[in-house]
């Protein structure tokens, strides 16, 4: 059992266990704190102490990394893994009744952990209210419906996957088809035996399938595809166009941080290959006096909207850095072409953005 308020840490392979896990805890008024897979010990170790976790929710498979770093988190006080026996025993006891606890808005919900904007791992709070503010908006815009089937090959634990995959997906109850760990075979696989239409990814993956020889893609029947969601990182319009080609698709770019959630989106109505859409919320690029730019320059992309992040977990100041005045200074250049569309161009601090999405500063 758990308290309202509590933390609980989630550390999950990307299966139907972590959407069971992620909504028990927010049921029962926890905060979930997600943890990236692809994390090593030294820095699971760091991130379990700076979110003051009392439960590690995890399987077997971690247990080896985690057996070093779990005597040493003073704050937590009990480690469930849900392949074991134990884990099928609490289930099988569990009321099926919803627990009484009143939630509101303004409670905290979901951390996630970023190196985005400040370049250094920090816990983005997001509350009730702002993990529900864009997953409407960007469903609207590509049109999804309950007949759709997603091809999901984005984590859970960031924020892309969860907000717009996962909720946008809940929301119109459209199929959710999960791909453990991306290879191009996996989602060729999956599109054809699942009938998929939708396939939300980064633009690393994207490139991996656009490169596929014409006589590979020959083998499967693709034609329920209708379209695939782009984030996480800057995408290359060449290859978008023979992704586009090759799969007979239409390719949607969002623009995002976790802090932010997303800003700016490419819709039904308006999408422009090389660019992120159009901003969905209030924009000023500012340069580096603070003065808005003409349009057609590049200057730093600052935000306003109801779902920015709560701030930063124990970090007052490093929140003061980026949300001034109700506006989320981003750190990313960016140029706003006579059409309305956003180009994002590059961070003012270099970021490697690896092909899971992982952030390196």
Same mark, same amino acid.
């Given at each position: 059992?758990?308290?309202?308020?509590?933390?609980?840490?989630? =550390? /999950?392979?990307?299966?139907?266990?972590?959407?069971?896990?992620?909504?028990?805890?927010?049921?029962?008024?926890?905060?979930?704190?997600?943890?990236?897979?692809?994390?090593?010990?030294?820095?699971? *170790?760091?991130?379990?102490?700076?979110?003051?976790?009392?439960? =590690?929710?995890?399987?077997?498979? &971690?247990?080896?990394?985690?057996?070093?770093? =779990?005597?040493?988190?003073?704050?937590?006080?009990?480690?469930?893994?849900?392949?074991?026996?134990?884990?099928?025993?609490?289930?099988?006891?569990?009321?099926?009744? %919803? %627990?009484?606890?009143?939630?509101?808005?303004? #409670?905290?919900?979901?951390?996630?952990?970023?190196?985005?904007? /400040?370049?250094?791992?920090?816990? $983005?709070?997001?509350?009730?209210?702002?993990?529900?503010?864009?997953? %409407?908006?960007?469903?609207?815009?590509?049109?999804?419906?309950?007949? #759709?089937? +997603?091809? *999901?090959?984005?984590? !859970?634990?960031?924020?892309?996957?969860? !907000?717009?995959?996962?909720?946008?997906?809940?929301?119109?109850?459209?199929?959710? +088809?999960?791909?453990?760990? &991306?290879?191009?075979?996996?989602?060729? #696989?999956? $599109?054809?035996?699942?009938?998929?239409?939708?396939?939300?990814?980064? %633009?690393?993956?994207?490139?991996?399938?656009?490169?596929?020889?014409?006589?590979?893609?020959a083998r499967y029947d693709l034609s329920s595809l209708r379209l695939a969601v782009s984030a996480g990182a800057k995408s290359f319009p060449k290859l978008m166009e023979t992704l586009e080609d090759k799969f007979g698709l239409s390719l949607y770019e969002v623009y995002g941080l976790t802090e932010a959630s997303a800003v700016s989106i490419s819709t039904y109505d308006s999408r422009k290959l090389g660019t992120v859409g159009k901003p969905i919320c209030g924009l000023k690029i500012l340069d580096g006096n603070g003065h808005e730019v003409p349009r057609g320059e590049i200057g730093e992309a600052v935000f306003n909207a109801p779902w920015v992040m709560k701030g930063y977990?124990?970090?007052?100041? /490093?929140?003061?850095?980026?949300?001034? #005045?109700?506006? !989320?200074?981003?750190?990313? =250049? $960016?140029?706003?072409?006579?059409?309305?569309?956003?180009?994002?161009?590059?961070?003012?601090? !270099?970021?490697?953005?690896?092909?899971?999405?992982?952030?390196?500063?």
């Amino acid at each position: 059992g758990t308290k309202k308020g509590a933390h609980v840490a989630i =550390l /999950l392979s990307h299966t139907p266990e972590w959407v069971i896990n992620y909504f028990g805890v927010i049921k029962a008024g926890g905060v979930a704190v997600l943890l990236n897979t692809a994390l090593k010990a030294p820095e699971l *170790d760091s991130l379990l102490r700076d979110s003051d976790s009392a439960i =590690l929710i995890t399987e077997k498979k &971690f247990s080896r990394m985690l057996i070093s770093v =779990l005597p040493h988190i003073p704050s937590l006080k009990r480690v469930i893994a849900v392949d074991t026996r134990s884990y099928a025993k609490i289930v099988a006891s569990s009321s099926a009744e %919803p %627990p009484a606890i009143e939630l509101k808005d303004k #409670d905290e919900a979901t951390i996630f952990y970023t190196s985005g904007v /400040l370049g250094k791992q920090k816990g $983005v709070v997001h509350t009730h209210a702002s993990v529900m503010g864009t997953p %409407p908006i960007i469903t609207a815009g590509i049109q999804r419906t309950r007949k #759709d089937v +997603v091809i *999901d090959l984005v984590p !859970f634990s960031y924020l892309y996957g969860l !907000f717009e995959v996962l909720f946008g997906s809940i929301i119109t109850g459209s199929t959710v +088809v999960l791909i453990p760990n &991306f290879t191009p075979r996996a989602v060729l #696989d999956a $599109v054809e035996k699942e009938i998929g239409t939708v396939i939300f990814g980064v %633009p690393a993956m994207y490139n991996a399938l656009a490169m596929l020889r014409d006589e590979v893609l020959a083998r499967y029947d693709l034609s329920s595809l209708r379209l695939a969601v782009s984030a996480g990182a800057k995408s290359f319009p060449k290859l978008m166009e023979t992704l586009e080609d090759k799969f007979g698709l239409s390719l949607y770019e969002v623009y995002g941080l976790t802090e932010a959630s997303a800003v700016s989106i490419s819709t039904y109505d308006s999408r422009k290959l090389g660019t992120v859409g159009k901003p969905i919320c209030g924009l000023k690029i500012l340069d580096g006096n603070g003065h808005e730019v003409p349009r057609g320059e590049i200057g730093e992309a600052v935000f306003n909207a109801p779902w920015v992040m709560k701030g930063y977990y124990k970090a007052p100041e /490093l929140t003061a850095q980026v949300l001034k #005045d109700g506006w !989320f200074h981003t750190g990313d =250049l $960016v140029r706003m072409d006579e059409e309305g569309y956003l180009e994002y161009i590059e961070k003012k601090s !270099f970021i490697i953005v690896t092909s899971s999405g992982l952030k390196i500063g």
